[in-house]
């Protein structure tokens, strides 16, 4: 069974511009989370979908924004990209809410703004 | 909201040695996992344990819930198990999952 996978693997943009990171978890799970990693925060929630609806959502801007699509596909969007927003993202995937299941991860994206 | 400590922060041990990762937290916990990142940055899920004892090979982990802490066992450490050990933890209710700060182990050959 494929992983969790995500694209792209590595981008680059400079301050004010927008950028979508897509993820397409395990087949048949139907819960997807997101997750901001820096070196000075550490490993961040961002948001979780279940079922195309936005389950949960953690303490960050309205220019961070996500949604899940049909085949539980999930993409999420940044707008007005600050320097402050290069870094790691994760998503996870699970079965059912991450309440109650395990989450699998992604290799990630690494966003560079500069 | 619950806050997650992780000790130690740093750990360096000869390959073979054994060690013991905590994690303590606030308040009662629906979810509590512990993950692996290797230093390509993949997350690997290792346990879902938000209570009782579990094994897997040379790892197993403990969470005690009435006393809010978790505890991470590795034995014959390999260099392999090098990278940052993360626990996670979501409270009761509808809320996220929180990440500690992480256990950084190197294992040297």
């Known amino acids: 069974k494929a992983g969790v996978t995500q694209t792209p693997r590595y981008l680059i943009k400079t301050r004010g511009q927008q950028v979508t990171l897509s993820c397409s978890p395990i087949?048949?799970?139907?819960?997807v989370s997101w997750y901001q990693q820096t070196p000075g925060q550490g490993l961040q929630f961002l948001f979780e979908y279940f079922s195309e609806t936005q389950r949960n959502k953690g303490n960050f801007p309205g220019r961070f924004s996500g949604r899940q699509f049909s085949n539980s596909r999930s993409e999420m969007n940044v707008s007005t990209l600050e320097l402050g927003d290069s870094a790691l993202y994760l998503c996870?995937?699970?079965?059912?809410?991450?309440?109650?299941?395990?989450?699998?991860f992604g290799p990630g994206t690494r966003l560079t703004v500069l | 909201g619950i806050q997650v400590e992780q000790s130690p922060p740093d750990l360096i041990l000869q390959e073979g040695a054994n060690s013991t990762l905590r994690c303590n937290f606030s308040?009662?916990?629906?979810?509590l996992q512990w993950f692996h990142q290797n230093p390509w940055g993949q997350l690997i899920n290792l346990f879902y344990i938000p209570s009782g004892t579990k094994q897997n090979g040379r790892l197993s982990a403990t969470t005690v819930a009435t006393e809010r802490y978790s505890l991470l066992y590795i034995s014959s450490s390999q260099t392999t198990d090098s990278g940052v050990y993360f626990c996670?933890?979501?409270?009761?209710?509808?809320?996220?999952?929180?990440f500690g700060k992480g256990t950084r182990l190197s294992v040297i050959a």
């Open positions: 996870a995937s699970s079965l059912v809410p991450q309440s109650t299941d395990t989450q699998y």
């Open positions: 308040d009662s916990v629906n979810n």
């Open positions: 996670a933890v979501e409270g009761t209710g509808n809320t996220p999952l929180v």
């Open positions: 087949s048949g799970h139907r819960s």
